[in-house]
Structure formats: structure tokens, C-alpha cells
């Protein structure tokens, strides 16, 4: 709920309004009370901001608005019921929502209340000259009601979306880590299994690529097969005759 200037509105933005009120009511509106209506309007909204929207929390003042609406609302569309031309500030909701929020109660009497006592019971008793007041104080917070409306829809559909993309990020990543970990206990079963079927070969391997050492076969006949070299039978070595003349 932002606050506007109240700098003096712009000649032709009178005209245009006037022309805008007139095609609606079928009566001419002077300038002097298109101006003097413009300048009630901001007078509302600066009731509102800053008025009960700064020193209340946004919860707080946004209901003090609603109460503040019902009240005109009620009075505007029965403005000859009793039951609607006053309100006592005793009341819970009005205590709460008017008397304890501060600023509302200043805007139900810009609007036309004004206290009283009525059998020694505290009143807010509406005064029907104010019409004008009533009627242009419910159209401000109408309007301001339903641009805070307006924004608290954007902020939730805002949050919702942000939770919706934080709640898809965390299922992407959870979906990988799972992958990932299946992806691992596939590999380590297939590592295990290719660590069995080597297990389950190698014996067979060793056993036939692996030979004993053997004596060489009996009936092989080496060098020099059937002499005996022994140092008890002397060698005879033929010498030749001796020399004669």
C-alpha cells in the first residue's frame, strides 16, 4: 500500500474525470468539487498510508480495513438502519480491529463517526452529512483492499513457483544419486563376478600349463653308451716296437 503526492491534480486530468463522471451520472460535476473530491480521496489514502499501514503489521492493518469496509458498506446499501449508523468500541472486534490498530479508528471518523454516549454506553453514532465522506472513504478502501489482494496473490503464486522449482531441483538430484549408486552396485557386481569366473579358471590353468620334471626314459641310450670309465682297471695304451738298426 504505497502513498501518493498531494500535489494539486492536473487541469485536464479534472476534465477528463468530469467527462468520465458525467457519462456515468448523466449530471455535469463542477471542477471545484471534482477537486475537492480528489483531495478528500488522497486525504483517505494517506489515513491508510502511512497511517495504519506503518505503524501496524501488514496482517493487522489489512484486517482493520476490511472491518472499516463492512462498516460503510453496511451503511451505504441500509444507510436508515440503526444497526449500522453506530458501533460501540467496546465490542471485541471493533476494540481489536478499530480502537487497538492504530489509525482505523481516525478513518471511521473522517468517514462520519463521531462519539457519543447513549444511556451511558460509549457510541460511535455516523452523521448522515457526511455522506460524501462515507461514500468515497469505502470506495478508497475498496480499492486498497483489493490491490493488497492483487499482491499477496502474486507474492503466493511467486512463493508456490520458487517451491515448486526448489521440490523439482531436489527430486533431480535425488534421481541422479540414485542412479549413480545403481550404476555403482552394477559395476561392483560385475567386478565380482568377472573376479569369480577368473577365480573358477585359474586352477584348471596352472594345472595344465604347469609340468613335472621327469627322468629321462630307460631305454634311451646316452653317448658313449657301454664304456665304463673307472679308475681300478688300468688303461693299456699300445706303444710302438722299439727302434733297431
Known amino acids: ?15 477528463a474525470a468530469a467527462q468520465r463522471r458525467n457519462a456515468t451520472t448523466g449530471q455535469a460535476i463542477p471542477t471545484a468539487e471534482l477537486l475537492r473530491q480528489h483531495e478528500q480521496r ?9 497511517g495504519i499501514s506503518r505503524p501496524n503489521s501488514q496482517e493487522a492493518a489489512i484486517a482493520s480495513l476490511k472491518i472499516l469496509s463492512k462498516i460503510s458498506e453496511n451503511l451505504i446499501r441500509e444507510p436508515d438502519n ?7 468500541p467496546t465490542n471485541d472486534t471493533i476494540r ?6 492504530k489509525g482505523a479508528l481516525e478513518y471511521a471518523i473522517e468517514m462520519g463517526f463521531r462519539p457519543e454516549v447513549k444511556e451511558f454506553q460509549p457510541l460511535y453514532v455516523w452523521n448522515e452529512r457526511k455522506s460524501e465522506e462515507l461514500r468515497l472513504g469505502a470506495q478508497i478502501l475498496q480499492e486498497t483492499i483489493e490491490l493488497a489482494e492483487q499482491k499477496s496473490a502474486r507474492s503466493q503464486k511467486n512463493a508456490a513457483e520458487a517451491k515448486a522449482v526448489t521440490e523439482a531441483a531436489t527430486r533431480t538430484a535425488l534421481l541422479a544419486f540414485m542412479d549413480d549408486r545403481k550404476t555403482k552396485m552394477l559395476r561392483d557386481q560385475r567386478d565380482r563376478q568377472n573376479r569369480e569366473v577368473r577365480a573358477h579358471h585359474s586352477p584348471s590353468v596352472d594345472r595344465e600349463g604347469t609340468t613335472s620334471p621327469s627322468s629321462p626314459p630307460s631305454n634311451t641310450e646316452m653317448p658313449g653308451s657301454g664304456h665304463v670309465l673307472s679308475s681300478l682297471d688300468p688303461v693299456v695304451v699300445d706303444e710302438p716296437p722299439p727302434y733297431r738298426d
Open 1 to 15: 500500500m504505497s502513498s501518493e503526492t498531494s500535489s494539486p491534480p492536473d487541469p485536464e486530468f479534472l476534465a
Open 42 to 50: 488522497q486525504k483517505f489514502r494517506r489515513l491508510i498510508n502511512p
Open 82 to 88: 440503526p444497526k449500522f449508523r453506530q458501533f460501540k
Open 96 to 101: 481489536r480491529h478499530l480502537i487497538e490498530t
